[in-house]
């Protein structure tokens, strides 16, 4: 896909979906196979991370199935590398499912690590964010913006090439390692955008370079972007995707105030993923999690936490999207200015934070 035209093949394949389906529920024979198993284990599911803290309680209240979190902030690696030690684990170590950046499905798929499962709401779920034969589907996306500390800079930065004034020393973070996670890996792919590197690898390169000359110039803070740093002052800037951070400044309630912004010289958003693993110790609850991740209620429930569901269109053309929901959303004009990096562009933009993050920015 162009430049121009990534952003709104998503936004026609949303609206192409099927508008006005009934949607099947679970089977009853599905909800109690999983009901017997009694557990479903996740990884990387932080509670303010997408609403998912609702998301994981409406599914327990629903079905009365126990939910064992491991490693909320792990990143997508991390997830396919807990897959793979655990291959041969039954036990509460082994995760049943992921929620893991758009590349990271087809890799995971491709290594075996990861089993079909198609969902009743499948149909309307885009072509270009699933795997055909229900490996991998698309969840949720957002657009990746800064966090700003409105107590230390009440006239907050609009762009990325206005974090590198002087105004701006000590003051500027990722929120983790992009070689390890997907949303920061995207940050600096924002980043690079922003500073004319065009995509895939060239953006990533011009990324890094970008964030070479804040270390450079003292800007850069080399301490994870968190809520509670941004509070405190030690990053009163950060990186992340926006429903993170505008959940960060809702949890915060004005102490500090935060504005959260969405930088005018560079739009990137990114689709999450779900999958099932290959090797799951409750298969039938991870499917049946599967099911109320997409069923409307699911849907509804990332929406509350900001994130766009991968199945938007669908909800808002049946017209069951609550009004106030859809009040509390950042500007639709965020959105239209949005570019999807392809599955391609973003394979190049790994090889490339692989290979060159840690000699550019002297970091091991």
């Not at 009365?64 to 030690?85: F, H, M, R, W, Y």
């Not at 504005?259 to 290959?278: C, F, L, M, R």
């Amino acid at each position: 896909m162009t430049k121009t035209t990534s952003a709104l093949a998503l936004s026609a394949a949303l609206a192409a979906s099927g508008a006005g389906t009934v949607l099947a529920e679970p089977s009853a024979e599905l909800i109690a196979a999983a009901k017997e198993e009694g557990m479903l284990t996740t990884i990387a599911l932080p509670h303010s991370w997408c609403g998912y803290g609702e998301v994981i309680a409406g599914f327990t209240a629903k079905y009365g199935i126990e939910v064992n979190e491991l490693n909320p902030n792990a990143g997508s690696a991390d997830e396919l590398e807990a897959v793979k030690a655990n291959k041969g684990n039954t036990g509460p170590q082994a995760p049943d499912v992921l929620d893991v950046g758009l590349s990271f499905g087809p890799a995971a798929k491709d290594e075996g690590l990861l089993q079909p499962y198609k969902v009743s709401s499948w149909d309307t779920i885009p072509a270009d964010a699933k795997d055909a034969e229900g490996y991998w589907y698309g969840d949720y996306y957002g657009v990746l913006g800064f966090a700003v500390n409105s107590d230390i800079f009440p006239e907050a930065p609009q762009s990325l090439a206005a974090l590198a004034s002087p105004e701006f020393r000590n003051s500027v973070a990722l929120q983790g390692d992009p070689r390890t996670g997907n949303s920061v890996m995207m940050a600096v792919y924002a980043a690079g955008m922003a500073n004319g590197g065009g995509k895939g690898a060239e953006a990533l390169n011009a990324g890094i370079a970008y964030f070479r000359e804040l270390k450079e110039s003292g800007n850069f803070v080399p301490v994870n972007g968190s809520a509670q740093n941004l509070a405190q002052g030690t990053t009163p800037v950060y990186f992340d995707w926006d429903y993170n951070l505008l959940a960060m400044r809702d949890k915060l309630g004005g102490n500090p105030p935060v504005e959260v912004v969405v930088p005018t010289d560079a739009v990137v958003a990114g689709v999450y993923v779900q999958a099932i693993s290959a090797y799951a110790p409750h298969p039938n609850a991870a499917k049946l999690w599967m099911e109320y991740l997409y069923s409307d209620e699911g849907q509804l429930l990332w929406l509350a936490g900001y994130c766009h569901p991968i199945r938007f269109n669908d909800l808002a053309e049946r017209g069951v999207i609550p009004e106030d929901l859809l009040a509390k959303l950042p500007p639709a004009g965020n959105y239209a200015r949005a570019v999807f990096p392809t599955l391609a562009e973003q394979s190049e933009a790994k090889a490339a934070v692989a290979k060159n993050w840690a000699a550019e920015m002297g970091v091991q």
